[in-house]
């Protein structure tokens, strides 16, 4: 490709782009308006599957309560047993004075309605770490054989629940962004359709002098890549705004909510260098279709 | 140089355009092609140029079987040929040089021989003094010269004309031929469609009738048929 092509190419495309500059619009709106869905479709899928991740890692443990008024010396033999089941990492006692006190450090100054309490209302608890999260299940099953245990509580419903979460948001996200790449496509295509069938007399002309594809096509490829890079840029921009902004407003509403949660978020600083490179791609990637589909429907000569 | 072997197109598997065409042009030729409208000119012509492909048959130019160049090379085969429409198709948002330079541009050449290029193919067309003219400040005769130099600019070793005095009138027409006789003087073939009468009887040169999508006459110096003269 000589600079001459070159320049003519990107001069007829800039043309072409001013001249329908509200479809063109419109284009960049609609590929910017499907990169944004995508890219917070990315950014929840992200944090679902980083929540998932923390709780299993937070989670790998079993809480084993004890029967109130169980002897010391069976509590003590209790935890020797535990340590013998295949599986089972370490154990760690917890008297229910200890959780008492643990509770009430992380309430604050609400930790006067406790105060009230006539009994402490929590059990000694054994803390059975997990060498081997597979094994989980003979772990409880064999747990809960013991005499003097009261309950065995394990979190693996709720990391389920998350990782059952996380696959749903993948795949509806999967399924809306599909949908609306193909609209993109669309909308590009008739964009450039317009730009083709403007340029009609022209291009038949050229296809007549014998000039070769890159004159012909050129501009309107390198149109719809324009447009397709013009609306991820937006896209961009918008996300790194929003994304933020999004986060304070949760956090003023939901304080509760995202003091919880803040260990889990996935902040925009830690994916924004893959979200310009996914929308970057995927913009040119539908731009070029774009105008690759009218192309072949309006070039024939 | 250009052979049509027995071809035959038949649109849309019912309408035959032109049936059995056998023909041979030769390198420097000026050759009429006459007949109604209808009678398979244009047929002749796309299928020339590869717009279309024949339904029966071989067409070669330099002995190369042009429906079997590939698609990317279309583009190149076209640029032995230099085309005149009857409507001139001249781009209105450029002057007259512009036009001429783009079909240069389209297909190589440097500014500079852009720029020396185009003075000379005005001149001959005689033109040299609208260069910056925008085509509608052109007459139609003057429209079509621009055509005619810009159909020739690329030094093609034939033009085809389709018709290039059906929108003009005898004094005009007489200039545009004049043009075609010296491209021709100048080693080019010259294959033009035509239906005007006085243009082929005057220049005597070999005619190609066609009726109904036959070749009923091919003579060497001829004048328009006597067929067509019960219109």
Known sequence: MNPKKISYIFRQAFKSMW??????????????????????????????????????????????????????????????????IDGVMGVAYQTKDYALERVKEDWGEDAVYLQDLRNNPFPNTYIVQ?????????????????????????????????????????????????????????????????????????????????????????????????????????????????????????AGRYVALISGMSGYLVGVEMVIDDLIIIFMTIGIGIGMLGSLVSLKKFLSI | MIEFNNVTKIYKKTFTAVKNINLKIDKGEFIFIVGKSGAGKSTLIKLLLREISPTEGIITYNNQDINKIRKRSVSEYRRHIGF????????????????????????????????REVPLV?????????????????????????????????????????????????????????????????????????????IVNHYHRRVVELKKGIIIRDVKAGGYSYESEED
């Open chain 1, 19 to 84: 001249r329908n500059r509200m479809m063109g619009f419109a284009s960049i709106g609609s590929v910017s308006a499907v990169l944004i869905i995508l890219g917070f479709v990315l950014i929840l899928v992200l944090n679902v599957n980083n929540m998932a991740l923390v709780a299993k890692e937070t989670f790998d443990q079993i809480a084993v309560y004890i029967v109130e008024g169980t002897e010391e010396e069976q509590i003590k033999d209790m935890g020797k047993a535990f340590r013998e």
């Open chain 2, 122 to 198: 005005l001149s001959m067309v005689g033109l040299s003094d609208k260069a910056k003219y925008y085509p509608d400040e052109l007459s139609g005769g003057e429209q079509q010269r621009v055509a005619i130099a810009r159909a020739v600019i690329n030094k093609p070793e034939t033009v085809i004309a389709d018709e290039p005095t059906g929108n003009l009138d005898v004094e005009t027409s007489k200039e545009i031929m004049k043009i075609l006789a010296e491209v021709n003087r100048r080693g080019t073939t010259v294959i033009m469609a035509t239906h005007d009468r006085e």
């Open chain 1, 130 to 250: 997990l060498s081997d999260v597979s094994k989980s299940d003979e772990v409880i099953a064999k747990l809960e054989t013991f005499e003097g245990v009261d309950r065995v509580r394990y979190y693996q419903d709720a990391v389920n629940t998350l990782i059952k979460l996380s696959d749903f948001v993948r795949k509806f996200g999967a399924g809306i962004i599909i949908v609306l790449l193909l609209i993109s496509v669309f909308i590009i295509s008739n964009t450039i359709k317009i730009t083709v069938l403007s340029r009609q007399r022209e291009i038949e002309l050229m296809q007549y002098i014998g000039a070769t594809n890159g004159y012909v096509r050129g501009p309107f490829i390198l149109e719809g890549i324009m447009l397709g890079v013009f609306g991820s840029v937006m896209a961009i921009l918008l996300i790194m705004l929003g994304y933020n902004y999004i986060i304070d407003y949760l």
């Open chain 2, 84 to 115: 005149i429409f009857q409507d001139y198709r001249l781009l209105p948002k450029m002057t007259v040089y512009e036009n001429i330079a783009f079909a240069m541009e389209m297909i190589c050449c440097q500014a500079k021989s852009i720029r």
